[in-house]
């Protein structure tokens, strides 16, 4: 039997031809026993899925908390904007879960199956590792042209993605969906970014921003016009009908305009789905022993008459180098005298520099007495309650290591170079009976930790991000306590610019996790903020460096103003009226 | 643990499965907390495993089905079936092992979103007729056959009936869902549309005709490929794959009945299965649906209640089926029943066919009258055609023709004998048609008419 049997009442019907096979074998009087027979009915019953009326992939979703308004956007979305929307909560309630509930309910469903995903180039292996972790679906990061064909569920960066290379293999694909995060970059639909993520061919498109509108009306027409063509008609049909002459801000009618926005947009607030407790930040002052101080200051004299010399380009081995050794040398003399001793043998150096660098060992590992150790032992002291301690270096950790068991505490270690087993044990120890948790920023990612509420960091990372992602540990969603955040800071040291900038400029310690990013997005520096933090640490002369902390200071200081603005522009035209609940 | 179960796999399946134990839970919240604990939950990695696993065999079984309690075949036959216009007779009647299949289909319908459904289709695969499912077909006990299902027949037929069956049964949800997408699909399709076609308005206006130009056919392009994704989108999918058969062998009981009618007789097959005491109603002759109460026509044709026509007049019994002229196919115009050809009466002038109640032979000229072609004479009162009744004296012609006759005539006799009121009148006239003696007698102030019939009856007087 080959012949398909030809639809004769319900023409779109297109019979399997794996039927024939099963036909075949009940022509040639094959038979199976009942029981696998019943067996075969009940998979197919047990498997079929239907509607949208919940989401089948929750208890799929493993060691995620999941709350109640990112079900509900997920299943709106599913329902009734049909897979198309902006997903623009403010900050922190987790954009990223929300996609990847639609994303993972489509898969289970059989709806979807090439998926792309458009992101910053910073975030691609954050993205993979979440949808592997908490979705369980396994992404690739594209690495090169072929991967496009290869794989059917990439994440890519936007500006890899558009590059003319890549773009002509995107093109003649069609993806079930595509998400695009950090959608803010596509506000202008004159940029190649808009017109690239315009061109690909996708059936469900989900566009994760937080700031949706920024400055003007026109950002969110192109937005909303990237999604649903049509859905605010063309520009001049938008022009005429909603914008007040010369004022691109405020549209004539918010609330017509809103309606519009419904059917394409839900916008979550923090205050209306979760409130976060409280958070104090307490800053420690160390004064540093006088072996310290020594080293500290010999470590930072090299430094500064090394650093400024040293060509950008040719030699960043040895400007990369001699930038961990400061931020060493500021956690402590163990991590300083590791790099120190690596240093001294490396042939990038001359030998006067080789001999200087010995010298500046000696020195590191001739350190007695280290202060913030005995600060941290006497903090401990004083809490029944469980907490964290970051630091950076791996020395620095195996010397707490040593001291916190010499002083009977229990702890337990966490670090990138440990498997993925033994970091379950150590979270799982943590969990159970240990007091401390003692981690290198390896331990950031993915794993909760809410179950704490103190915090120490032993030393300051000079990114922002960093320091942010580890206060996102334990002050995030499911905390339930008050949150304590203490950061050791050592006088006459670079920490001093470090909470110049991030404490007094930002208010790093207040903002909501998330929003570091997007003012940080704003400053106009092609350096990284550890760069210029370095350069101006490493200028000679001291009025020098005031004057470039003081006008680095300032850009940031308008960045965070910034933000505030785009902050009430958008509460102003959007409000509460695209949450999916507590809406008016 | 509580809620978790502990699963060895049969050697055979550990490939398939990955694994030789598996702990599993139907609890998330047990999944989370233990390691190596899997969870079942649809769309979970291992249920999908198992479910592949499970739907890669059981493909096709087969069973027996015992018979219930006995019951004769007279029993069984009043039970489902009635008749009219004849009387059933078991004339013969034999049992038999009958195959039947059962086939289960998943289907699936994807448009922007799924509707997925298994439906089950019985067939006897002697008949191809649809049998009512029933719970007993999922019995895992059921026995075997004894002997292995030889004499090979061809399954293809009863595929394909079950495919067909399974085809009108999904009907309505298809179209639903098919309907739907559509709509959602012109609503999206309209927005682009309008969408493009305001941009390219825009350009004309705004832009030189050779910029308005190159614009426009960047807009249309662009048209396209939304409107190709939309219709990808909303796009009806819809798959069917065979799930598995299940070969049913059911004890059945195959009879012929002889059914008497008024004329010809006629022998009808039928038969039931041992388990549902059930008979598969019959069809039509004439139009092809089931029926539970059985008509004969004089013909024997079997058929239903809609298919039978009978005759008012006669109880002549026909049907669709029956040969053209043989049919009860006219109805009274003016009463509305059904008439043999017999029993038509097609009038003379030209109303229609009436039934021989509604039908007046004119007395006069002899021709057939009927509903408003029909009136009665003023002075004999009896009924003619209308153009023999003229209409000034409402008198009709057999009367306008009255003669003198005299007083001992033969008709006047009859009349003296039979009427009392005959006495008084000394003058005579009569005059005779098709049906009736008209007679009338004449006194100084009063006049009356006498009707004999044929026969020399008195049949009307006044
Ligand atoms: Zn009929
Ligand atoms: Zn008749
Ligand atoms: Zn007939
Ligand atoms: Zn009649
Ligand atoms: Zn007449
Ligand atoms: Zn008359």
């Known amino acids: 039997m080959t012949e398909a049997y030809a639809p004769r009442h319900v023409p779109e019907l297109r019979f399997s031809p794996e039927d024939f096979a099963i036909l075949n074998e009940v022509q040639d009087g094959i038979v199976e026993d009942s029981r696998s027979w019943l067996l075969n009915l009940d998979a197919n019953a047990l498997s079929l899925k239907s509607g949208f009326e919940e989401l089948l992939c929750l208890p799929l979703v493993r060691g995620l908390r999941k709350y109640d308004f990112q079900i509900k956007t997920a299943l709106k979305v599913l329902r009734e904007l049909r897979g198309r929307a902006i997903l623009a909560d403010e900050v922190g309630l987790g954009k990223t879960i929300e996609a990847g509930l639609i994303a993972k309910e489509l898969m289970i469903r059989g709806l979807v199956r090439k998926v792309l995903i458009l992101v910053p180039a910073s975030l691609t292996e954050q993205w993979r590792d979440e949808m592997q972790e908490k979705f369980g679906i396994p992404f690739e990061v594209t690495d090169e042209v072929e991967d496009w064909a290869r794989h059917d569920r990439l994440i890519c960066s936007l500006d890899t993605a558009k590059s003319p290379r890549h773009s002509v293999n995107i093109e003649g694909i069609t993806f079930d969906l595509v998400i695009v995060d950090e959608a803010h970059k596509l506000k202008n639909r004159l940029t190649l970014n808009w017109k690239f993520v315009n061109g690909i061919r996708k059936k469900y498109l989900l566009l994760l921003t937080a700031t949706p509108v920024q400055n003007d009306l026109e950002e969110l027409f192109n937005l909303v016009t990237l999604l649903k063509p049509g859905q605010l008609g063309t520009w001049g049909q938008f022009k005429k009908r909603f914008l007040a002459a010369g004022d691109k801000r405020m549209p004539k009618d918010v609330g017509d305009l809103r309606g519009l926005l419904f059917e394409v947009m839900i916008r979550n607030r923090r205050g209306n789905v979760l409130t976060l407790p409280p958070r104090r930040a307490h800053l420690a002052r160390i004064t540093f022993s006088p072996g310290e101080r020594r080293l500290y200051d010999e470590v930072t004299a090299y430094i500064r008459s090394r650093y400024p010399r040293l060509d950008r380009k040719e030699a960043s081995v040895n400007r990369l180098a001699l930038m961990i050794l400061q931020k060493e040398v500021g956690s402590s003399s163990f991590a300083a005298a590791a790099t120190l001793r690596r240093l001294s043998e490396s042939e990038q150096f001359t030998f006067e520099e080789r001999e200087q660098l010995s010298r500046l060992r000696d020195m590191a590992v001739s350190v007695d007495r280290h202060e913030k150790g005995g600060k941290l032992v006497e903090f401990l002291g004083k809490f029944d309650d469980k907490v964290l301690v970051f630091t950076q270096y791996l020395p620095t950790l195996s010397y707490l290591d040593g001291l916190l068991k010499q002083e009977g505490f229990s702890h337990s270690l966490f670090h990138g170079g440990m498997d993925a087993w033994t970091k379950e044990e150590s979270v799982r120890k943590f969990k159970g009976d240990a007091k401390v948790f003692l981690s290198t920023e390896a331990g950031g990612e993915g794993r909760n930790l809410q179950f704490a509420n103190k915090l120490v960091n032993y030393d300051l990372p000079w990114n922002p991000l960093r320091l942010e992602q580890r206060i996102g540990r334990i002050h995030r969603v499911g905390q339930e306590r008050e949150c304590q955040i203490v950061s050791f800071w050592t006088e006459r040291t670079i920490d001093e610019y470090i909470l110049e900038l991030l404490d007094k400029k930002i208010d790093m310690f207040e903002l909501v996790v998330g929003e570091l990013d997007l003012i940080l997005g704003s400053v106009e520096d092609r350096r990284s903020f550890e760069e210029v933090l370095m350069d101006i640490w490493s200028m000679e002369s001291e009025a020098e460096r005031r004057r470039e902390l003081e006008r680095f200071g300032g850009e940031l200081l308008d960045a965070k103003k910034r933000y505030a603005a785009v902050k009430s522009y958008q509460e102003g035209l959007l409000g509460s009226s695209l949450a999916v609940e507590g809406s008016t | ?462």
């Open chain 2, 1 to 462: 643990m509580p809620g978790v179960v502990r699963y060895e796999i049969p050697p055979e399946r550990r490939a398939a499965l990955n694994a030789a134990v598996l702990r599993v839970t139907f609890d998330p919240a047990l999944a989370e907390k233990y390691d190596g604990v899997e969870l079942l939950t649809p769309g979970s990695l291992l249920l999908d495993r198992i479910i592949e696993d499970a739907s890669s065999r059981g493909h096709h079984c087969v069973a027996i089905v015992q018979a219930g309690d006995e019951s004769s075949e007279r029993e069984v036959l009043a039970a489902n079936l009635s008749f009219r216009n004849a009387t059933p007779e078991v004339s013969s009647s034999k049992r038999d092992l009958v195959p039947y299949m059962l086939f289960t289909f998943r289907i699936t319908l994807i448009t922007d979103e799924k509707t997925e459904l298994l439906e089950t289709v019985v067939l006897n695969c002697d008949s191809l007729r649809e049998h009512q499912v029933r719970d007993m077909f999922f019995e895992e006990a059921l026995a075997l056959p004894e002997e292995p299902l030889t004499g090979k027949r061809d399954i293809r037929p009863v595929y394909v009936a079950a495919c067909e069956e399974m085809e009108k049964r999904i009907g309505a949800v298809v179209a639903d869902c098919r309907e739907s997408a559509r709509g959602r699909l012109t609503e999206e399709e309209q927005r682009i549309k309008d969408y493009f076609a305001g941009l390219a308005r825009e350009a004309q206006v705004s832009k030189y005709p050779e910029q308005a130009k190159a614009a426009i056919e960047a807009y249309s392009a662009e048209e396209r490929k939304r409107l190709e994704e939309a219709q990808l989108k909303y796009s009806l999918d819809a798959r069917v794959r065979l799930v598995g058969v299940r070969t049913i062998m059911v004890p059945t009981v195959k009879m012929a009945v002889l059914l008497t009618g008024r004329k010809k007789g006629r022998e009808i097959e039928l038969q039931y299965d041992e388990v549902s005491l059930e008979i598969p109603p019959p069809r039509c002759d004439a139009c092809g649906t089931e029926m539970k109460e059985l008509g004969l026509c004089d013909e024997g044709h079997l058929v239903c209640g809609e298919c039978e026509r009978k005759c008012a007049v006669c109880d002549r019994v026909s049907c669709q089926a029956c040969a053209e002229n043989l049919r009860v196919s006219d109805k009274c115009a003016q009463c509305g029943r059904l008439l043999c050809e017999l029993h038509a009466v097609r009038d003379d002038f030209g109303l229609g066919v009436y039934c021989p109640d509604h039908t007046t032979e004119c007395p006069s000229c002899g021709k057939k009258a009927s509903g408003s072609f029909v009136a009665r004479c003023g002075r004999c009162n009896q009924r003619y055609c209308f153009l023999c009744v003229a209409a000034k004296e409402k008198s009709c012609g057999t009367c306008r023709s009255l003669t003198g006759v005299s007083a001992d005539n033969a008709d006047v006799a009859r009349v003296k004998s039979q009427s009392a009121f005959a006495g008084k009148f000394g003058k005579w006239k009569a005059a005779r048609n098709r049906k009736f003696t008209i007679v009338e007698g004449r006194a100084m102030l009063a006049k009356r008419t006498f009707v004999l019939d044929m026969e020399g009856q008195l049949v009307w007087e006044g």
